[in-house]
């Protein structure tokens, strides 16, 4: 089968790649990948920035983690759904053991798989995964925004931790995908104003933003972030703040445009950077990380689709080939994309 393969450690050496349809375990299901989406985590695994938790990258490894498919087969002892059934898939699976996984929280567990990142992932023809991760599909939820559903499972996650009000003023910083199905989520759950900051490059991306129902969408630097927030929040600040952006800049803003008693949230990738803790005890805040999704998200995140409430496959910018995906890398981390989804059996 064809598969998008990081073939050696270091920055680069990622190529399409032939490699053997992989044959189900116990208790694991073979899925034929119907779409599969592109993530800014392949941009990481690209340039060598990725940092996993205790288990170490496999390498050679097929990356991507957004897909949805149909069951072929199932292994040994698998219950789950049957041969035939249309299926998303949780990317994450916990140890089962360890108390994180006990209080249903593998999201948390610090021995997780992650396909696509800790085994072979679903930028693939095929892909073998427990058979107690896949979502079975109603049938309004089609197979574009079912790939959406891991991302989508982790917005679900942000609203579950933060309870947005209607009303409340908010701030996505990052117009890229994360950050875009926030906007939708938030939008359907009343709050007001919804302003999108990116930085320059983000143009078409915050175009979009716009038509998915932005109030406003703008470039800006972190001083002009802060001179909007206030402009349009009479001076208060804004009650949520969505980091989505995954610089450092990018959190300093946000803790400079949260309001008192407000809500920041961190989802993008920032290993470190400089914070005035003072901010955080003077504004009384609240500074949440969000990091991916368990089934009850992604079973919010299947009802949020069904509703029409999110329409995550408008995100969707590119349609390429599997072999096409080392430009598909380079369009995404140029912002030239959104979502650049790929067909692999095609
Ligand atoms: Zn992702
Ligand atoms: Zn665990």
Redesign the pocket.
């Known amino acids: 089968m064809k598969a998008f393969i990081k073939t050696a450690p270091g920055v680069g050496n990622m190529a399409l790649g032939e490699v053997p349809v992989p044959v189900p375990g116990p208790g694991e299901a073979l899925v034929r990948i119907e779409q599969s989406g592109m993530?800014?985590?392949e941009i990481l695994v690209h340039d060598d920035l990725y940092r996993g938790r205790k288990r170490p990258m496999p390498i050679p490894l097929i990356v991507g983690?957004?897909a949805s498919g149909e069951v072929l087969e199932l292994g040994p002892g698998a219950s789950g759904p049957k041969p035939g059934t249309r299926v998303g898939i949780e990317?994450v699976s916990g140890c089962g053991s360890c108390f994180h996984c006990m209080r249903g929280n593998y999201n948390l567990c610090p021995d997780w798989h992650h396909i696509g990142l800790t085994k072979a992932g679903a930028l693939a023809e095929f892909v073998t995964v427990p058979a107690s991760t896949l979502l079975p599909l109603p049938e309004e939820v089609n197979f574009d925004s079912a790939a959406f559903l891991?991302?989508l499972a982790t917005v679900v996650h942000t609203l579950e931790r933060t309870r947005p009000a209607p009303g409340q003023p908010c701030a996505i910083i990052g117009p890229g995908p994360l950050g875009l199905l926030h906007l939708q989520a938030l939008r359907s759950a009343g709050l007001s104003p919804i302003v999108v900051f990116g930085r320059p490059g983000d143009e078409k991306r915050l175009e979009l933003a716009r038509e998915l129902g932005a109030d406003a969408a703008l470039v800006t630097n972190r001083s002009e972030a802060q001179e909007h927030s206030m402009r349009f929040t009479d001076g208060i600040g804004m009650g949520l703040v969505i980091e989505a952006a995954g610089s450092p800049e990018a959190v300093q803003t946000a803790l400079d445009i949260v309001s008192a008693e407000g809500t920041m949230v961190t989802l993008g990738i920032v290993r470190s950077t400089e914070i005035d803790a003072l901010t955080v005890m003077r504004k009384d805040l609240t500074w949440l990380g969000v990091v991916a999704a368990v089934r009850r998200h992604f079973a919010e995140a299947i009802r949020w689709i069904r509703t029409g409430k999110v329409q995550p496959q408008r995100l969707i910018t590119h349609r390429m080939r599997l072999a096409d995906a080392l430009s598909g890398v380079r369009m995404m981390r140029n912002c030239e994309a959104v979502k650049i989804m790929f067909a692999p059996g095609v």
């Open positions: 993530c800014g985590t983690h957004e990317a891991e991302p």
